[in-house]
Nanobody
């Protein structure tokens, strides 16, 4: 099994910055993609940013130029640097990872973290 633990959320003023971290642990064989999603009250969960093991990135249009996703493959960790935060960025942010884990044989996994609250307010 693979577990994801997020950290770094909190309260920040509009225009401020935060960095989220997410580390995967368990009997991991490989992680192909890691990403960040968010869910605001009354809205569906949406993709914020994703990154492959090779470093290819993808961003939601609403965060392009403000957010940066990065990854430490050696430590199975993904980061989300959020700059110029706006009130509409307020949401619970979830980390997701997809890959293979090792049991008797390797099996695919797709795991979510527990979520971390980001609140942008003055």
């Amino acid at each position: 099994q693979v577990q994801l633990v997020e950290s770094g959320g909190g309260l920040v003023q509009p225009g401020g910055s935060l960095r989220l971290s997410c580390t995967a642990s368990g009997t991991i064989f490989s992680i192909s993609a890691m990403g960040w999603y968010r869910q605001a009250p009354g809205k569906q969960r949406e993709l914020v940013a994703a990154i492959t093991s090779g470093g290819r990135t993808d961003y939601a249009d609403v965060v392009k130029g403000r957010f940066t996703i990065s990854r430490d493959n050696a430590n199975n960790t993904v980061y989300l640097r959020m700059n110029s935060l706006k009130a509409e960025d307020t949401a619970v942010y979830y980390c997701k990872a997809d890959g293979l884990w090792r049991d008797t044989w390797t099996q695919p996994f797709s795991s979510w973290g527990q979520g971390t609250q980001v609140t942008v307010s003055s």
